[in-house]
Each structure stands twice: as C-alpha cells, then as structure tokens.
RNA sequence: GGCCCCAUCGUCUAGCGGUUAGGACAUCGCCCUCUCACGGCGAAAACCGGGGUUCAAUUCCCCGUGGGGUCACCA
C-alpha cells in the first residue's frame, strides 16, 4: 500500500512514437502522478539494426509537447548491456538458460536459450482479472542472439527489475508475452510487478491503427492543429472515463480522475470527428493571444495568406469571423483556399440579379441600398456595434431580407459570409462605401 | 490453426440482477436568422445468438458466432 509507485516509459526508437503508444505513455503517466510515483524513461533499442536516434528524438518532442515528463532517464538499453551479460552469465551458471549449437542463417553462430520450465503462468491484471496461459508452448525460447546481444524479454526484465518497477502498464498485445517475462523475473529472483494491459486503438475498419488510417503521430496531429491539451483528453477516453458525463479534461483533472480499475477492456476506434469535437472544446479555451498566434501559422504560411494577415483588421477577423467556425486550426488554412476570405482582398463584381432578395425589385433594393450607404456615411465610430444601430432599425422597417441581403452581397459577391455589420466593419468605412455605391449604380 | 483477450446506438461509452437502457460525437428535423457559422430544442439509433442460474437477466455461468491480439535470433 505505501510501496512507492514506478512505472516506466519504453518506446522503441525502431518507428514513429504513434498515438497507441502516446495513449499507453499517458495512462503510465497519469496513474504514476496520481500516486505520487517515479517514472522511468527508457529507449527499448536492443536491435541495433533497426533502431535510430532520430525516433528517440521525436519521442522526446512528443513527451515534451504533451506535458509527459518523466522522473529519471532516459535510458538506453545499448548503453546498458553489461546489466544484461551478467544476468545471461548467472541464468546459464544456474543451468537455467544454455547456449544453443543452431542459429539461423549463419552456421556455426550460438543462441542463448532460457530453460523453460514448461509451466502454467497465473498472473493478475488489473485491467483484466486473472490470466493464465501454458507456457509449454514457448519452447527453450531465445534470450540472447549472442553472449553480448540481448533480446528483448531479457533486458525489459533486468531493467524492470533493477529499475524497481511495481507498475507494467502496457497495451494488450502484450498480454501474451507476460508469461514468458515472468518466467524470466522468476528464474532471477525478481518480484513481478503489477500488470495492466490496456485495450488496443484501432482504426474504423477495427484493425491496429497505422498510416493508412491517417494522422497517428504527434507531429502530423500537431500540424493538422490539434492542440496538445486536446489531444491528451481525447486519448484519455479512449478506454477510461470518469464515470459520469464529464468529457472535457486538463491534464490536471485528469490526474485526479484517473484510475486503471475504470480503464475498460475492450479494443476502442479513433474517432478524427470526435477529436474534432473536444480540440474544438480546448482551442475556444485557450487565450486570445495564443490563438491568434495559432491562425497566424496557418493563414499566413503562403503569399495570399499573407496578404491577408497584413490586412488591417487581423486580429478583429480571428476574433469575429474564424474562432467560432473551426475545429482544428488547418482549417484557416481550406477556408482560405476555398475563398472564404475573397471579398476581404477583392472588391467583388456582383451580379446583378443576386442583388435582388427574393423578389424583391431593383428599384426598391436601390433604394435600401441608398439609405444603407446614406446610414453608414454619418457612423462616426465604426464599429460593429454602431454600424448595426445605423441599419437595423430601417431593415426591421423595410424587411430584413430585403435591405440585409443586397448590403451583405454587395459587400461580399458571396452568398456565404459573416454578417453585414462585421463584414462593413471589417472593410473599413471607406471600402464599405465605395462597394455599397457600385452595387447601387449596377442596379 | 494453437493459445490469449474482447463483445451495449454508426463511433466513444454509462450500466456492476429489477432502468422509459443514460450521455457525448456524427446524422436528421425544428427554432434563431438576410446567407453561412454559432447557439437552443428535439428525433432516429444499441444490449451478437443459444442454453442455463434466478421470482427476475444487458448484467452471473457455459457453448456458439464474430472481431482482435499473439505465436521472431522485432519490440
């Protein structure tokens, strides 16, 4: 009860830390924090062949961008090879392991095997209850491809061991294995620690999520614009909830909510639209100033977006017309290329019978626009606020259709806009007025 | 195929013997409204099948079916 927790971090630097292996990082992390516990951070990169230190340091960004810090580390299995001989000396000193005559491939090359006692294996997880899997059928199986290479059963177990690990927290497709690292902490005199395995994330068709499903590491997440706040609470629901209704968490309350006795077990499906759902939840929280920031990145990247971020109205724009429309920030980004910001940059050219309200005629919508330009010219505060006070009461008089629509076309050429009153606002009296006038002359 | 894990709306899930089976995302409808978006309201939508146990099963047990995982000198 007052064992101190320690959980560990083990990527390996063989790929891309993907968001399966995030969500499972996070769970570590939130039951570690909730318990006051250490983490352990360590680089599982026993094949040489296929590890690479440019995974360690994305790995390290990701944990760093989420928030996901560690207490000691990080380590690297290569660097800690003399742990793993010693243990491999001593096995095969008890006769618990030997050195095998046949390798694959290359005659003449050894193996190290472990003596498997050919045993039931009964392991609890929290996550799951009781386990029990017949060993047998792993055979003598391999621990070292030589004297000096582990494998990696063998040096997860030694470093778990001499790491004082209590908690493996750990996705299910390692359920199968346990038995086989028990086997191992047995042999040299290891306490096994506390297992919780954890349900797979897969993609819609219910396969392992991978490339073909879209976005999966941090990074590609990050540059769509998901928010790493975001990004922690969905993954936290995958597989845990709270218990009640609650769906919006700060890393900090999730903390506090976290338990593995509510982690459910059965494999859970990405959802992009729900993650849209949440991050839309975290970005509306987030300060005006980082936001803007944010759209900065993504709507001033290319020369047009620039141009328009050099608009003297920028920030007036993010706060009226972007922030409540989106859901991640790369949408900035197709709204733009879809022309949703034309008539900021463009005077259009409107035509003439998309002037008209229904059926409305021309010579009344010539004469609402008259008044409209008419109101506008004596604001004196353009704002808002004050360009609404001027037209709406003449358009509640007049119908709002008829003298709200041909303001807003004229002002844009777009059936789609924001309203008339931020759209004026936006242009700037003197752009406002000079639309309004060649609508009016076009009529 | 052997072994292991899993099974509630399309999706994420609540439920831990007795509920009108609840919420969220998505979808659809209505309202708001000059359009779009936002917002509000509402609708449709689920217990894989068969046996037990029980006065009573979505819930407990067994079998089947389905899905997934794992069977490396990868981790």
């Known amino acids: 009860m007052t064992e101190k927790v320690i959980t560990r971090f083990p990527p390996s630097p063989t790929g891309s830390l993907h968001i399966g292996n995030i969500r499972s990082l996070l769970f570590n992390y939130l039951y570690t924090r909730k318990h006051g516990g250490n983490i352990v951070m360590r680089f599982e990169d026993t094949d040489k062949e296929r590890s690479d230190k440019v995974h360690e340091a994305v790995a390290l960004e990701t944990l760093e961008a989420l928030g996901l810090d560690f207490d000691r580390g990080p380590f690297r299995q290569s660097e800690r090879t003399e742990k793993y001989v010693s243990a491999l000396n001593t096995l095969i000193e008890k006769d618990l392991a030997f050195v095998a005559e046949e390798s694959e491939g290359e005659p003449g090359k050894h ?73 191992l902490i047995e042999a040299l005199g290891g306490t096994v620690p506390t297992y919780a395995h954890l349900p797979l994330i897969v993609g819609s068709d219910k396969k392992k999520l991978g490339k073909r499903h879209g976005a999966v590491t941090y990074q590609e997440f990050r540059d769509l614009g998901y928010v790493p706040s975001a990004i922690v609470n969905y993954l936290a ?26 982690v459910n077990n059965s494999p859970a499906s990405f959802s992009y639209k729900k993650l849209d759902s949440i991050n839309r939840h975290h970005i509306l929280q987030m300060p005006e100033d980082e936001y803007l920031g944010e759209v900065k990145k993504f709507l001033c990247a290319n020369a047009e977006g620039e141009k328009l971020c050099a608009f003297v109205n920028f920030e007036d724009l993010v706060k009226l017309v972007i922030r409540e429309r989106i859901n991640k920030f790369s949408e900035v980004t197709s709204m733009f290329a879809a022309g949703e910001f034309d008539w ?21 919508t010539r004469k609402h626009l008259g008044h409209v330009i008419d109101s506008l010219d004596k604001v004196s505060n353009w704002t808002v606020d004050d360009i609404k006070e001027a037209i709406w009461p003449y358009a509640e008089r007049n119908g709002r259709g008829e003298v709200l629509w041909p303001m807003r076309f004229a002002l844009t050429g777009q059936e789609k806009s924001p309203d008339p009153f931020t759209v004026a606002f936006l242009l700037g009296k003197e752009e406002a007025l000079t639309r309004l006038q060649k609508a009016e002359q076009l009529l």
Do not use: C
Not at 350 to 356: A, F, N, S, T, W
């Open 111 to 183: 193996v190290i095997r472990f003596r498997n006692p050919n045993k039931t294996i009964t392991f609890h997880d929290i996550i799951r209850g009781d386990i029990t899997i017949d060993t047998t059928g792993f055979g003598d199986f391999v621990i070292a491809r030589s004297e000096d290479s582990p494998v990696y059963h063998l040096s997860v177990v030694v470093d778990d061991i001499e790491m004082g690990v209590t908690h493996v927290i750990r996705g299910e497709d390692h359920i199968t294995s346990t038995p086989r690292q028990i086997l």
């Open 237 to 262: 629901l995958l597989g845990w909830n709270p218990g009640d209704d609650r769906e919006f968490f700060t890393k900090d309350e999730l903390i506090k909510e976290f338990s593995l006795e509510r």
């Open 344 to 364: 900021l940059l463009h005077a259009p050219e409107p035509e003439v019978d998309k002037l008209l309200w229904k059926d409305t005629s021309p010579e009344n």
